[in-house]
């Protein structure tokens, strides 16, 4: 889902007589890992970067590994995964009828930013990505590429003692995916700005928006069963429209229309261009949310019915006059008994049994982690809503594996006129992204545990507002901190009646 930056989620087992034996079989070998995870010193890679070892195409997909000098290897792999990219391209902007779709990307980077990956290498790690063998919602081919990178490093450079896998927004849902599945060899997992909750749990909320948008705004929205992802940018940009034309009618009951949909969505009242400090900010950020959540309900939606053979959303049974009573909306006042009526009465979505299935299968993280596991969300974030990290956060205490877990928040200045942190979706800094690693890496590698001294430490950042060599809570409300980092920060349940 990343390219929203450019256009702005106890296990418990009885233990045999049988797992008792095969324990100590195999406890000489988990020694081994552990004390190979922990050693403090380099590695050398069998040999440097030649023109084609390092970047070319592996099963269709381009490929891109950066290396320190053969004898300065920290014996660390940092794995990147991209975040979405659509499948077929669509404009940068609903609103403007002169947008010409960008060519599909698919390039490989090793890094968030080339300047990230360069940073990296210079501390000594290795650090690679991939494009997948597919866009659009391509978390199974985003592992299969992940999985194949580590195999094809292994036999080319060397085998690594620690793997770090890290990756942003669908990324993000990659990146936890790979984790669950690959515990043997991932040391350490970074999910950004991640999908935590889910395909379908995600791909409901925006059925969820698409169809409060239908009902009170744009009653000729189509929901589902798009024929073509032309048909879908074609609804996309006319529901993006009638929008903005609600906001710009300005009357009682389209602003508390708009409010009532951001309800719904548990959307944020500030984007990476609005910073809600007004009235006028806060309608425009609710637009801005709603449009971004329609443009993965409509192209982003036809994408997934192609994989899995039909419409995997629902929304029979959600109670959306409870979801917007758990998250009120001051500008809905003596609107709410029309809003709520008129979306009780409008037909629901059932969703294909077989589809819904399959979707699952798409990435659905069980938060059973096993790995030292950070996470990174921005606060106002109305893509990937942080409400995410709520979702993943129940499913590791329920795996018992919180330990295992930290996860991290980034505010917004307290006012903006495009945010430098903490507001839009994946909005981080390169010290964001460093610290991460480098939280990672000394959990990882020395047991030190990304408490809030180490994280202050990592972010530079300092609770005394007097500390100004540091970053303050200060220096971060006025947007001139390198970090948005928020100590204090809970994120909020996910968006109430919810189907799941």
């Known amino acids: 889902m990343n390219r929203v930056q450019t256009r702005r989620v106890r296990f418990a087992a009885a233990v045999t007589a049988v797992g008792l034996a095969a324990s100590a079989c195999t406890s000489s070998s988990v020694d081994a890992r552990t004390k190979a995870v922990r050693d403090t010193g380099n590695l050398k890679l069998k040999h440097a970067c030649s023109a084609t070892s390092c970047a070319g195409t592996r099963s269709g997909a381009a490929f891109k590994i950066q290396l320190p000098d053969t004898n300065k290897w920290n014996g660390t792999l940092v794995i990147w995964s991209h975040g979405y990219r659509e499948a077929t391209p669509v404009p940068d902007n609903p609103l403007l009828p002169t947008a010409v779709p960008a060519a599909a990307d698919t390039s490989a980077s090793a ?47 060397g085998t690594p003692h620690r793997v770090y896998v890290w990756g942003d927004s669908l990324g993000g849902l990659i990146t936890e995916t790979l984790a669950e599945k690959h515990p043997s060899w991932v040391s350490g ?5 991640g999908v935590l909750g889910g395909t379908n749990l995600n791909l409901d909320l925006a059925l969820d928006v698409a169809y409060a948008v239908k009902t009170l705004i744009y009653p000729k929205f189509k929901l589902t069963g798009f024929a073509s992802v032309d048909e879908a940018v074609a609804e996309w940009e006319a529901a993006s429209k009638a929008l903005v034309a609600a906001a710009t009618k300005g009357d009682a009951a389209s602003i508390a229309d708009l409010f009532a949909i951001a309800a719904i969505a548990g959307a944020p009242g ?21 449009v971004v959540a329609l443009g993965y309900g409509t192209w982003g939606r036809y994408d997934i019915e192609q994989r899995t053979g039909g419409n995997p959303s ?18 809905i006042g003596d609107q709410a008994a029309r809003i709520e009526s008129a979306l009780a009465a409008a037909p629901r979505i059932s969703a294909d049994p077989a589809a819904r299935a399959k979707a699952a299968t798409m990435g659905d993280p069980t938060g059973s982690i096993q790995r030292p596991t950070i996470t990174l969300h921005t606060e106002d974030d109305p893509l990937v809503l942080v409400q995410n990290e709520n979702v993943f956060a129940a499913r590791v205490r329920a795996h018992a594996t919180d330990g295992q877990l930290v996860q991290l928040f980034t505010a917004p200045p307290d006012k903006y006129t495009s945010a430098p942190y903490g507001a839009g979706h994946c909005n981080f800094t390169k010290v964001e992204y460093l610290g991460v690693i480098d939280l990672l890496n000394n959990w990882v590698r020395y047991g030190v545990y990304a408490g809030p001294g180490a994280v202050a430490s990592a972010f530079d950042y300092s609770i005394n507002n007097a500390d100004t060599g540091k970053n303050t809570p200060k220096k971060v409300s006025a947007g001139t901190a390198s970090t948005g980092y928020d100590p204090n920060y809970a994120p909020p349940a996910w968006p109430a009646g919810a189907s799941g």
Do not use: M
Not at 270 to 290: E, H, N
């Open 189 to 193: 997992v970074a999910p950004l700005c």
């Open 270 to 290: 500030k984007t990476d261009l609005f910073d809600g400090s007004s009235i006028i900010s806060t309608v425009s950020a609710t637009v801005q949310a709603i």
């Open 111 to 157: 890094g968030p930013t080339q300047e990230i990956a360069d940073a990296l290498v210079a501390q000594g790690y290795a650090v690679a990505g991939s494009a997948f063998a597919t866009n659009g919602w391509d978390v199974l081919d985003g592992v299969a590429g992940d999985e194949d990178l580590y195999s094809y490093f292994k036999s080319s450079f």
């Open 314 to 331: 629902q929304n029979v049974g959600v109670d959306y006059s409870a979801r917007i009573a758990a998250n009120p909306q001051p500008l």
